[in-house]
């Protein structure tokens, strides 16, 4: 049975987290070996992905469970060090799935490539020029890329845009065209960059200037993916806490967020707590990802918030999130990294779009697990709890050894590694 309701996954043994996960889902014997042995990325496939490759970098990969997202059930695969991530987005998610699930949508899959041009000695008639031979240079950009036509995407619009027209800087005045390409299922980075770069010889003679820089964009908003999640107050409540008060708080701490970029950058890196490890596991640019939903968030010219928080007429928490999201699902890593095709298999998507999707969602219930913690106990009960392991081994704990120092740091209330060192030395005594 594909369910992301599994209690008590979290008391298992790695092995046995594995082996129901086995039962599962299926893998290919490769897919396996991968699975069950020490070496997730053999050094013989790191060194054809980047230079100078010396190892493995490894991160704890985890699952986000309880998923319930357009009626589908997701097991989530996270690659991320940092302590209570995993934990508090399976959390929400729980929460959120006894209220109906997560309701999300996704705009085509249009990404942009750009041209910039320089030096064109009428910079108004150099753009008419451009927009004269629009569908000539379309039909360019997709002879230069033909598979991507076959599959149903391919470069499909064009606009041209003068910037810095009043400068008086010979460097400062530039015409710049955004091509839009349908990218289907890839992350299209290197679709992208071919085509612009096909079309730099004519777009030269159409203007009379010379081309400089001819790259994808990593603002990908014409490529957005949107969840939604709505909240009774009876789900919301907490110890010493109604569900009211939770939900008042969670709104009050939205509306600091969008109203203090200081604020915002810290609510923001907690949504990207929740969608980077996703990112990461399913093989794809987290940077590019990063990048795009930070420009995202300050589209009004003003940074803010990348959720927001309200309360409907029945009085339940409505929660929202809207980004950038240029993943894929085939391409890149995607296709050699042996971890990230075990986290597609898992993950179960069957496009890009869906893909994102499942990753603003995961974002959206990472943002109402840290809003909820800080607006009730605070943020460092819980995170410190599981932060507690890393600090005993730090200390030198290891084996059963762990979870005993752990327990010790919390009970003790100083959860640093030189109490941790003092607990370890009397324990071995």
Not at 41 to 57: H, Q, R, S, W, Y
Not at 79 to 95: G, L, N, Q, R
Not at 193 to 198: A, I, L, Q
């Amino acid at each position: 049975m594909n369910t992301s309701r599994i209690p008590g996954f979290y008391n298992m043994t790695v092995e046995e987290r594995r082996e129901l996960l086995m039962d599962m889902h299926t893998f290919t014997e490769e897919e396996k070996a991968h699975f069950f042995s020490g070496e997730a990325l053999p050094a013989e496939t790191a060194d054809k992905m980047i230079e100078n490759v010396i190892g493995t970098f490894p991160l704890p990969l985890g699952l986000g469970l309880n998923f319930l997202i357009n009626g589908k059930e997701y097991k989530v695969p996270m690659a991320v060090e940092e302590p209570s991530v995993v934990a508090s987005a399976s959390y929400i998610a729980k929460m959120v799935r006894e209220a109906g699930g997560f309701t999300t949508e996704a705009t085509e899959r249009v990404m942009i490539g750009q041209i910039q041009i320089v030096g064109s000695p009428d910079i108004q008639a150099a753009k008419e020029a451009l927009l004269n031979e629009k569908e000539s240079l379309i039909e360019d950009a997709n002879a230069a890329y033909p598979s991507l036509v076959a599959r149903g995407g391919g470069a499909e619009d064009l606009e041209v845009r003068i910037l810095n027209e009043a400068s008086d800087s010979p460097y400062g005045q530039m015409i710049v065209l955004h091509l839009y390409i349908n990218t289907c299922d890839a992350m299209g980075a290197n679709i992208i960059n071919t085509m612009v770069e096909s079309l730099a010889p004519t777009v030269e003679k159409l203007t009379s200037g010379k081309v400089y820089l001819r790259i994808l964009s990593n603002y990908a908003d014409k490529c957005l993916a949107r969840a939604r999640c709505v909240i009774p107050p009876a789900l919301l409540e907490s110890e010493g806490f109604t569900g009211e008060e939770v939900r008042d708080g969670v709104v009050h701490a939205f509306e600091f967020a969008a109203s203090d970029p200081y604020r915002a950058v810290t609510h923001n890196k907690g949504i990207m707590n929740g969608i980077d490890p996703i990112v990461i596991a399913t093989g794809n640019d987290w940077r590019a990802v990063e990048a795009g939903a930070h420009a995202y968030a300050a589209r009004s010219g003003r940074y803010s918030s990348m959720t927001t928080w309200s309360t409907d007429e029945a009085g339940n928490l409505v929660g929202e999130l809207e980004l950038p999201m240029s993943v894929g699902t085939v391409g890149g890593a995607i296709r050699v990294h042996p971890m990230a095709k075990i986290a597609h298999s898992i993950l179960d998507v069957e496009s890009a779009r869906e893909l994102a999707q499942v990753i603003v969602s995961v974002g959206l219930a990472q943002n109402l697990g840290a809003l909820k913690a800080l607006v009730t106990d605070g943020i460092q009960k819980g995170h410190m709890a599981l932060h507690s392991r890393s600090v005993a081994i730090a200390a030198g704990a290891n084996g059963e050894m762990i979870d005993i120092i752990a327990e010790q740091l919390i009970k003790a209330k100083e959860i640093r590694v030189g109490k941790a060192k003092e607990l370890v030395e009397n324990h071995t005594k």
